[in-house]
T-cell receptor, first 115, second 113 residues
Framework: DARVTQTPRHKVTEMGQEVTMRCQPI?????VFWYRQTMMQGLELLAY????????DSGMPKDRFSAEMPDATLATLKIQPSEPRDSAVYFC?????????????FGPGTRLTVL | GDSVTQMEGPVTLSEEAFLTINCTYT??????LFWYVQYPGEGLQLLLK?????DKGSNKGFEATYRKETTSFHLEKGSVQVSDSAVYFC????????????FGKGTKLTVNP
């Protein structure tokens, strides 16, 4: 049963600390998306990659957030330094890029709390 | 730009009640349309989809019909169960090959026994 995995599932940290979230997309998928979900803003697209190349990171605060794909099996989202307003659930999703309607498969999320 | 508007929740129903969650969209051309569902503590998962006008997507008793004349994709279920309690997201994929999805803000559904 192919699934997107994310680690850690929960993270509590103090303001100013670095946070790294990891995602393993479904094997063979060539698109990866990072979303942030909050009560106030809903689901926001932060960045997305195709074939490991970043295509759009316009939704990401550039001064503190960075997203990378070191290889096809790992995507990372880093926040440095973290702030309380970054508290949210961060989802990774992957897609095969093959279907005509671009279904995305979501991971279980990382719940981040910045104190 | 492309956008999705769905009815605000929360929606609370009794078991076996009829469900409608409204969704309308704004897009250039003819997007693909989706409903995703998020159960408590989980990520989103695709519930159903429609890729062209008049298509009806269906799954697990849920249905939605792509109506281009009203730019709508309302979600319906004839008889809800407690296990349907979740947050439901309407989304579109813009035409032209974009891989991005544009999501609505989500509607929380609670079904009471």
């Amino acid at each position: 049963d192919a699934r997107v995995t994310q680690t850690p599932r929960h993270k509590v940290t103090e303001m100013g600390q670095e946070v790294t979230m990891r995602c393993q997309p479904i094997l063979g998928h060539n698109t990866v998306f990072w979303y942030r979900q909050t009560m106030m803003q809903g689901l926001e697209l932060l960045a997305y990659f195709r074939n490991r190349a970043p295509l759009d990171d316009s939704g990401m605060p550039k001064d503190r957030f960075s997203a990378e794909m070191p290889d096809a099996t790992l995507a990372t989202l880093k926040i440095q330094p973290s702030e309380p307003r970054d508290s949210a659930v961060y989802f990774c999703a992957s897609g095969s890029g093959l279907s005509s309607y671009n279904e995305q498969f979501f991971g279980p999320g990382t719940r981040l709390t910045v104190l | 730009g492309d956008s999705v508007t769905q009815m605000e929740g929360p929606v609370t129903l009794s078991e076996e009640a009829f469900l409608t969650i409204n969704c309308t969209y704004t897009a250039t051309g003819y997007p693909s349309l989706f409903w995703y569902v998020q159960y408590p503590g989980e990520g989103l998962q695709l519930l159903l989809k429609a890729t062209k006008a008049d298509d009806k997507g269906s799954n697990k008793g849920f249905e939605a019909t792509y109506r281009k004349e009203t730019t709508s994709f309302h979600l319906e279920k004839g008889s809800v169960q407690v296990s349907d309690s979740a947050v439901y997201f309407c989304a579109l994929s813009p035409p032209g090959g974009s891989e991005k999805l544009v999501f609505g803000k989500g509607t929380k559904l609670t079904v009471n026994p």
